[in-house]
């Protein structure tokens, strides 16, 4: 039914939003990744909000992330087009909960991983608003700074500083 509903309207979000969820529970991770992913394409706002109402939506994004950046199990969304949906997925997971610090984290380094330097440093920077002393983030904010923006390193330089006095016991 679901599958008739999106056939006949392909805007109907809520169709596919089901037909991901079914594919994911069936364990077909390559099917949940793309119609979950079509509703990203189009909007992350939309797809979080059809994920609010569903206590297990947040759980299966991460699990998916996880196939799309590990590579176990999916094949057909690798690559850097896989990476533009694990971006699009933490992007919806970060509509659902702006404070997570540990998926601006994730953006941060999906940012990075595909070349995006200026997305990736503004995601460590709102991970670091929200946990200024956590010295991975530090650190990454001074990698990307330094290796991927070739800043002059005035901002880099206090970032690992304090990175590596966080660190220390």
Same mark, same amino acid.
């Given at each position: 039914?679901?599958?008739?509903? *999106?056939?006949?309207?392909?805007?109907? @979000?809520?169709?596919? +939003? +089901?037909?991901?969820?079914?594919?994911?529970?069936?364990?077909?991770?390559?099917?949940?990744?793309?119609?979950?992913?079509?509703? *990203?394409? +189009?909007?992350?706002?939309?797809?979080?909000? #059809?994920?609010?109402?569903?206590?297990?939506? !947040?759980?299966?994004?991460?699990? #998916? =992330?996880?196939?799309? =950046?590990?590579?176990? $199990?999916?094949?057909?969304?690798?690559?850097?087009?896989?990476?533009?949906?694990?971006?699009?997925? @933490?992007?919806?997971?970060?509509?659902?909960?702006?404070?997570? =610090?540990?998926?601006? /984290? /994730?953006? $941060?380094?999906?940012?990075? %991983?595909?070349?995006?330097?200026?997305?990736?440093? =503004?995601?460590?920077?709102?991970?670091?608003?929200? /946990?200024?002393? %956590?010295?991975?983030?530090?650190?990454? @904010?001074? !990698? !990307?700074?330094? +290796? %991927? #923006?070739?800043?002059?390193?005035?901002?880099?330089?206090?970032? !690992? @500083?304090? *990175?590596?006095?966080?660190?220390?016991?």
């Amino acid at each position: 039914a679901f599958r008739l509903a *999106a056939l006949k309207n392909p805007a109907d @979000t809520s169709a596919r +939003y +089901y037909l991901g969820k079914i594919a994911f529970l069936e364990k077909k991770n390559d099917e949940a990744i793309a119609e979950l992913d079509a509703i *990203a394409k +189009y909007s992350t706002k939309e797809l979080a909000a #059809l994920g609010r109402q569903d206590g297990n939506f !947040v759980p299966m994004i991460q699990f #998916l =992330v996880g196939k799309i =950046v590990g590579g176990s $199990g999916v094949t057909s969304v690798g690559g850097k087009r896989g990476m533009d949906s694990a971006i699009r997925f @933490t992007r919806t997971l970060l509509e659902i909960d702006p404070r997570n =610090v540990s998926e601006w /984290n /994730n953006l $941060g380094l999906f940012c990075r %991983d595909t070349g995006r330097a200026k997305e990736a440093y =503004v995601a460590y920077r709102r991970a670091l608003d929200l /946990n200024p002393r %956590d010295p991975r983030l530090l650190n990454d @904010t001074a !990698v !990307v700074l330094h +290796y %991927d #923006l070739k800043s002059d390193d005035a901002e880099a330089r206090p970032a !690992v @500083t304090r *990175a590596s006095r966080s660190a220390a016991p």
